[in-house]
Nanobody
């Protein structure tokens, strides 16, 4: 099993920045892909960014150039640095992984971008 705990969400003005963290209960970053997803009210959950076991990152077109995914293998923490935030980035953000035939999700952290 894997437990994932997100933190770092909050209220920020347009153009501002936030850094989300996802703490994993075990060392898995180098053996599976980890991802950040988000879900806005009325919308389906969507993939924002992921990072492979080799450290290769991919991003949704909507966040390319603004968001950066990274990880600290020693601490078992994954990050999502979000810059130049827009109101349309408002959502609950989740970290997730697929490990040993099961999908795991954190509880989510709310990000609200508003004046």
């Amino acid at each position: 099993q894997v437990q994932l705990v997100e933190s770092g969400g909050g209220l920020v003005q347009p153009g501002g920045s936030l850094r989300l963290s996802c703490a994993a209960s075990r060392t898995i970053f180098t053996i599976t892909t980890m991802g950040w997803y988000r879900q806005a009210p009325g919308n389906q959950r969507e993939l924002v960014a992921d990072i492979s076991s080799y450290g290769t990152a991919t991003y949704a077109d909507s966040v390319k150039g603004r968001f950066t995914i990274s990880r600290d293998e020693a601490k078992n923490i994954m990050y999502l640095q979000m810059n130049s935030l827009k109101p349309e980035d408002t959502a609950v953000y989740y970290c997730s992984t697929f490990f040993r035939a099961s999908r795991y999700w954190g509880q989510g952290t709310q990000v609200t971008v508003s004046q």
